[in-house]
């Protein structure tokens, strides 16, 4: 599975929470985390997406990928655990952290995998 294939619905889904956190409670730190990494991760799937499309990888997009995620899990988790609250903490410190395992797994593995090019 290729990254910007989770990427994309996972960066949606932060910049979503954020907006939804700022909406519900008008928590600026929210809008400014949960946006600011959401787009960060929407440009970092987009590019990995590009580059994909002309047969390459980018590893300037797994490394805005990964210390995204790897931001998100200490943050969110640092959070839970002084709430103890598992919405929105506790899934986004899980989800982050499972994201940042397959980013460093795609990075130990050399990236996408680029099929052979058809003739």
Do not use: Q, W
Not at 55 to 74: K, P
Not at 80 to 101: F, H, N, R
């Amino acid at each position: 599975m290729h990254d910007f294939c989770f990427t994309i619905p996972y960066g949606l889904l932060v910049l979503v929470g954020g907006i939804v956190g700022y909406a519900r409670r008008g928590s600026t730190a929210s809008l400014a985390g949960g946006a600011g990494s959401g787009l960060v991760l929407l440009l970092a799937g987009f590019v990995s997406l590009k580059a994909f499309e002309k047969r390459r990888n980018s590893y300037l997009a797994f490394g805005l990928e990964t210390v995204c995620a790897l931001a998100l899990t200490f943050v969110m988790g640092k959070r839970y655990l002084e709430t103890s609250k598992i919405m929105p903490a506790g899934v986004v410190a899980v989800l982050s952290a499972l994201m940042s395992l397959f980013y460093l797994y795609k990075i130990a593995t050399g990236g996408n995998h680029i099929p052979p090019k058809a003739d």
